[in-house]
């Protein structure tokens, strides 16, 4: 029975280093495997899909590192997306230590496609007040901002953004959410506005936006690891995400596994437990 | 006075805030948007409030040479560090953030971003350990759970329902042994029969449930994430949210007047 009481005290630094092991070992072996996407990716990007070219995004960069490996490619692919349809982008943000990722990202893909800031995308960046910007930016966009881009330009320089005043005048708003501000996103945006809201968000956020995706009040809610991995594969363009879903893949086995070897234990050692008393 | 002039900013802001809902027309929709922008500076503000607190409280540890004073010296350090970088690099490129900006693409992308990286990627550690550890069939209600958070973290992942198959299996079985045990130790043949019928159930709906698993992976995640947990997950919001409107009624009219203190 000593096996069975073993099973039920793993050490620690044992998962860990199998599980460490687990997670790297796709990555260096590019392993990918072949995903079915989720309802609600294809839902984000027919979406997006079906937007007439020149009609503007505000993506919103409400994340930070912590929650990079997430969102970061799936922001990525959806700027790929976008561009892609030469549909145009104004960044902005609600977690400041965040926003410079997003500006990255936009930079990068950006380049790829040969966009050019000012015509094709607009860095507004951080204003503190989250609520008030949101309610602020369904009466003037430009006001909110101080008139201003990310670097003090004034907005009134700026080609792409002289017919762009309030919500009226985006497609939509397409949140990265790794906390609470894609609810404000819809309480503010959405219910006052009517703009239309789609949220990409890590898995642990993703259940709360749910009841706003029943309401009719979320056009799709990408999430997770999953969804960026699904967008990737829609665009065909497979990236980071596809192979992070792999070691995501590895990793939960994993942990079920560690599950069932500590429910063997336990059940073992209970009923021994049990027939010596 | 000291009580009565903040209840009364109080009282006047969040009624020209809520007409403004129903009434978007002037003076209202303009009331509303001031405040807004008196709201925006204001937070902007508090990050200095919330500074202040932070270094006088690290600063007090490191004068008394308090328990892990260096880690109060630390992040003062690394708090001038990344004051001072930051106000030289926004003197030379403009902005803080600029693509030129040495902040930018040396503190932020290679100290600041893989240090709150590291710090969250940790968490993955201490999740399996702690799912090894929390996930016992100890109770009924935490067998549901365990079970229902194994076929969540399956199905969302490709190739998932591949492994359900083997996953549910061993769970059956050791459901089916649990049970057998219960029947071996109970009183009498009647107060057993339960178990004994149960684990009867349980093989005879092993096999639907796993094709019904391997087919419709996706269907059953969808399932259990807009059913299952929504009803219960909607029923706290909605308390939270009456929970909220009464709060901010409360403190509009005055009669909650803890926030003062």
Known sequence: MKFFEKLAKIDRRIIFVILAITIISPFLFNLTFKLTPLEESKRAFNFINSLPEGSTVIISIDYDASSMPELQPMLEAVLRHIFSRNLRVILLGHWAAGVPLGQQALEKIASEYGKVYGEDFVVLGYRPGLQAVIINMGKNIHATFDNVDYEGTPLSKLPMMSNIKTYEDVACVFGFEAGNVGEMWIQFANARYGVKVLLGCTGVVAPDLFQYRQSGQLVAIVSGLRGAADYERLAKHEAFASYGMTAQTFAHVLIVAFIIIGNIGYIFTQSKKRRSS | ?261
């Open chain 2, 1 to 261: 006075m000291k009580r009565e002039i903040p209840m009364i900013i109080t009282f006047v802001s969040g009624m020209a805030i809520i007409i403004a809902l129903f009434v978007p027309h002037p003076p209202f929709g303009r009331v509303e948007e001031t405040f807004n922008n008196w709201y925006i500076i204001i937070s902007g503000f508090t990050m200095i409030l919330g500074l202040n607190s932070l270094l006088g409280h690290n600063l007090d540890k490191v004068k008394r040479k308090a328990e892990g004073w260096p880690y109060s010296l630390t992040l003062i350090l690394s708090f001038f560090i990344t004051l001072i970088w930051g106000i030289v690099s926004t003197i030379r490129t403009g902005h803080i953030f600029a693509s030129t900006s040495t902040f930018r693409n040396y503190y932020y992308t290679y100290v600041f971003v893989p240090l709150q990286s590291t710090m969250f990627a940790l968490l993955a550690f201490f999740i399996a350990s702690a799912a090894y550890r929390a996930f016992r069939a100890r109770t009924v209600n935490a067998t549901l759970l365990l079970v229902t958070a194994s076929i969540i973290m399956l199905t969302q992942v490709p190739k998932g329902e591949t492994v359900m198959a083997p996953v549910l299996g061993v769970a059956a079985l050791l459901a089916v042994w649990k049970l057998m045990s219960e029947f071996e130790s109970a009183a009498s043949w009647t107060a057993g029969l339960p178990y004994l019928l149960l684990s009867i159930a349980i093989v005879a709906v092993y096999l639907p449930i796993v094709e019904v698993l391997r087919t419709q992976t996706t269907a059953v995640n969808d399932w259990i994430m807009n059913v299952l947990q929504m009803g219960a997950k909607r029923g706290i919001w909605l308390g939270i949210a009456l929970g909220g409107i009464a709060m901010g009624l409360r403190i509009i009219f005055g009669i909650e007047k803890s926030y003062l203190t």
